[in-house]
Protein backbone atom coordinates (compact mmCIF):
# COMPACT_ATOMS: atom_id res chain seq x y z
CA UNK A 1 0.00 0.00 0.00
CA UNK A 2 1.79 3.50 -0.81
CA UNK A 3 2.32 6.19 2.36
CA UNK A 4 -0.20 8.52 2.37
CA UNK A 5 2.23 11.39 2.19
CA UNK A 6 3.16 10.56 -1.58
CA UNK A 7 -0.48 10.53 -2.67
CA UNK A 8 -0.95 14.28 -1.33
CA UNK A 9 -0.30 16.72 -3.36
CA UNK A 10 1.82 19.39 -2.55
CA UNK A 11 -0.04 22.83 -1.60
CA UNK A 12 0.61 25.94 -4.98
CA UNK A 13 2.97 28.19 -5.01
CA UNK A 14 0.16 31.04 -3.42
CA UNK A 15 -1.28 29.13 -0.74
CA UNK A 16 2.09 28.28 0.72
CA UNK A 17 2.82 30.21 3.94
CA UNK A 18 5.46 33.54 3.44
CA UNK A 19 8.29 33.45 5.56
CA UNK A 20 8.90 37.07 5.35
CA UNK A 21 7.48 39.06 8.44
CA UNK A 22 4.18 41.16 7.55
CA UNK A 23 4.45 45.07 7.02
CA UNK A 24 3.38 45.48 11.04
CA UNK A 25 5.69 42.86 12.21
CA UNK A 26 8.64 44.43 10.14
CA UNK A 27 7.73 47.70 11.85
CA UNK A 28 7.67 49.20 8.14
CA UNK A 29 4.63 52.16 7.30
CA UNK A 30 1.40 50.69 6.25
CA UNK A 31 -0.58 52.45 3.56
CA UNK A 32 -4.18 52.20 4.83
CA UNK A 33 -5.11 55.43 3.25
CA UNK A 34 -4.64 54.04 0.19
CA UNK A 35 -5.96 50.54 0.54
CA UNK A 36 -8.64 51.12 3.11
CA UNK A 37 -9.66 54.66 3.63
CA UNK A 38 -9.85 55.02 -0.33
CA UNK A 39 -12.45 52.23 -0.54
CA UNK A 40 -14.24 54.25 2.53
CA UNK A 41 -14.06 57.71 0.81
CA UNK A 42 -15.63 56.26 -2.52
CA UNK A 43 -18.65 54.46 -0.78
CA UNK A 44 -19.47 58.10 0.54
CA UNK A 45 -19.00 59.33 -2.59
CA UNK A 46 -21.26 56.83 -4.76
CA UNK A 47 -23.89 56.27 -1.54
CA UNK A 48 -22.59 52.86 -1.24
CA UNK A 49 -22.60 51.66 2.83
CA UNK A 50 -19.12 50.32 3.65
CA UNK A 51 -20.19 49.16 7.07
CA UNK A 52 -17.39 46.52 7.48
CA UNK A 53 -14.46 48.50 5.62
CA UNK A 54 -15.22 50.92 8.11
CA UNK A 55 -14.80 48.76 10.74
CA UNK A 56 -11.83 47.48 9.69
CA UNK A 57 -10.42 50.53 8.63
CA UNK A 58 -10.81 51.59 12.23
CA UNK A 59 -9.25 48.37 13.88
CA UNK A 60 -6.16 48.71 11.74
CA UNK A 61 -5.55 52.03 12.52
CA UNK A 62 -6.16 51.75 15.86
CA UNK A 63 -3.80 48.71 15.62
CA UNK A 64 -1.31 50.50 13.48
CA UNK A 65 -1.26 53.81 15.72
CA UNK A 66 -0.34 51.59 18.73
CA UNK A 67 2.89 50.19 16.89
CA UNK A 68 3.62 53.66 15.54
CA UNK A 69 3.03 53.01 12.17
CA UNK A 70 0.37 55.31 11.07
CA UNK A 71 0.13 59.18 11.97
CA UNK A 72 -2.17 60.46 15.05
Given at each position: MPSRS???PS?????RTSKRASP???RKSI???????SVCELGVMTGVPTL???ALF???R????????YPA
Open positions: SSVRPRCCSEAELDALVAFTDGLALHARSLDL
